[in-house]
């Protein structure tokens, strides 16, 4: 059974870092595995953040992540984390960490239970 587990969330000010961290296990990682993340708030519907690639190391990221946001993996412990740097108030939503073998940007079938971020001024 796959579990994807999110950690790390919190309150932070403007301009402050986060690190996010999304374990998964219960799978087996193939070249098409991939790691994303997304994020909601009660406005919009979950939008798309960064992803990874398992196997290659290769990411992506939306648009609002571009230039702010890093995500990297360490295999060997089998996470994902995502830096979030240069905090805005809109940055605050529930993130998800997501997991399958869809590729970058596309949402697998797994799914975290979701973190909050809170960015206050």
């Known amino acids: 059974q796959v579990h994807v587990v999110e950690s790390g969330g919190g309150l932070v000010q403007v301009g402050g870092s986060l690190r996010l961290s999304c374990v998964v296990s219960g799978h087996t990682f193939s070249r098409y595995s991939a790691v994303n993340w997304f994020r909601q708030t009660p406005e919009a519907d979950r939008d798309f953040v960064a992803g990874?690639?398992?196997?290659?190391?290769?990411?992506a990221y939306g648009e609002d992540a571009m230039g702010r946001f890093a995500i990297t993996r360490d295999i060997s412990k089998n996470t994902v984390f995502l830096d979030l740097n240069q905090l805005k108030l809109e940055d605050t939503a529930v993130y998800y960490c997501?997991?399958?073998?869809?590729?970058?940007?596309?949402?697998?079938?797994?799914w975290g239970q979701g973190i909050q971020v809170n960015v206050s001024s």
């Open positions: 990874i690639s398992w196997t290659s190391g290769a990411a």
């Open positions: 997501n997991y399958g073998v869809t590729g970058l940007g596309v949402r697998g079938i797994y």
